[in-house]
């Protein structure tokens, strides 16, 4: 287990250090000060290390220099604390807690708060407490959110497990957990819903931090019973006036960057031209693709885009560092380069394209020029996390028919419609024609099939239904069993029998993600961990769904990061139509719907 002592019980080592009897661990000479409390960069600064903790920053650590010291010459390039992401699901990067990590840190990312609410919905309490325990092993800052919607909507979706108040209040006694995760049942605890409420009783009584999640354009009387139930941050806002009401009820504004979600540009507005506190916004990701992970960045990637929208440099930093740390009450462990916190920090060369060229974390060097200095060994799942596509049977294209109401030569149809960029859909009205009594998918107006598989009690339910804008124009199909948050199997397609296929390759081989074109597999990315994970270096699962996007855009997709898309179809907390085992769901009014009007 990767442990570190506490500031108190190292206390007398970082004072000795300071004051020169006893030698520092490491020092780091002649850096840029990027010091977030007080908003200044302070040139000429030297660091000096012990314990894993900063124990001197100052003008001269000279004295603190031994012969055992590690010395580490900044040469005039800027420290920075460690970045931190206050919001996100490893199981969304396809691969393991200690995976994502080995990807992360040399992107600068030195502290994570994960919500393992993918992994729950499969696997239940076992399920967080396995990547609970995994998160301790590794060498960087990883705490865990305990799921709180499990399953996300009750009567609207049916999980693969359940928790409840009793589940929150055991997991609050564990050493790693931070707070509750994100309050997706806005609905509920608008409500008053006892079982809701009595989670975030549980998470404040324990001292944590409830997170929220609040889909919904509405600011009225609904939002502002939201804040009275206790949610203290939320990332799902999309507009400048989301972010200002979330700040102005005494929430923290969470600014999310992922692989798809994009919601940072609209809402810094409410800084940089409306002159809001900085202080009370954070950035995040939400939800990263393995790709984006190994080839753009991380929580790096988020604050230069911060800056292109206009954010000063260390504003930007302050949001991905120090505000995260006050947030969930770790301001003292975490954030800033000031004594006693853990010492994690990178070294870049200019702050706006930031360049991560070192990363330090808990004081010892982890990352140099974008490769990791240091072995993270792989964390073993057991068995019990595997084999866990409990399909009744394999599929047939007589499984995906939709069949048209008596004598109708078309239809009208409620249609799923994807937008670019953005985690919510639109709930699209479209005329459809009739075939041999089966309603077709339009490839020349966009739209396709869209198929939700029960795969976690081999019910043998398929609920099937249309959806738009993803630009299919072959025959295809593309299916997942990362479906966000039930996690049944979401199949998209063309082709009625490349649907079937895909999900059968799928059931073989223990979950994934797969794209089928005329019978043929084009790419396939295996997720044996609850058919969300991977147990493959994050390298290697990142070439793998870069060949899953190619193949995409092969059978005419261009949507950016479609993937990410295509497994948030089943997502029945963000409006504003979803599918789900039990039917279509407009999420605007929380209700199942009918696939015709």
Known sequence: MSTLKSWAETAPLLVDTAMGRRKADVVIRNGLWVNVHSGEIIPRTDIAITAGRFAYVGPDASHAIGPDTRVILADGRYLVPGLCDAHMHVESGMVTVTEFARAVIPHGTTS???????????????????????????????????PSCVPSAPGLENAGAELGPDDVREAMNWPNIIGLGEMMNFPGVIAGDSKMLAEIAATQNAGRTVGGHYASPDLGLAFHAYAAGGPADDHEGTRREDAIARVRQGMRAMLRLGSAWYDVATQVKAITEDGLDSRNFILCTDDSHSGTLVNDGHMNRVVRHAIAQGLKPITAIQMATLNTAQHFGLERELGSITPGRRADLIITSDLVSLPVEMVVARGRLLAEAGRLTTDVPAFRYPPSAKNTINMKRDLSAEDFSIVAPKGANDVTARVIGVIENQAPTRALDMRLKVRSGLVEADISSGVCQIALVERHR????????????????????VATTVAHDSHHMIVVGTSRSDMATAANILRKVGGGAVVVSKGDQLALVELPIAGLMSDERAEIVAAKAGALLEAMKSCGCSLNNAYMQ????????????????????????FEKVDLFL
Do not use: K, W
């Open 566 to 589: 295509h497994s948030l179809l089943a997502l029945v907390v963000i409006p504003e139509l979803r599918i789900s085992d039990t039917g279509l769901v407009d999420v605007r009014r």
């Open 112 to 146: 994570m708060f994960i919500d393992p609410h993918e992994i729950a919905n499969v696997l239940g309490l076992a399920g967080v407490r396995l990547m609970h325990d995994e998160a301790m092993e590794l060498p960087i800052n990883i705490f865990v959110q305990m």
């Open 458 to 477: 081999a019910t043998g339910g398929v609920t099937n239904a249309f959806v738009s804008g993803f630009g299919y124009n072959v025959e295809c199909a």
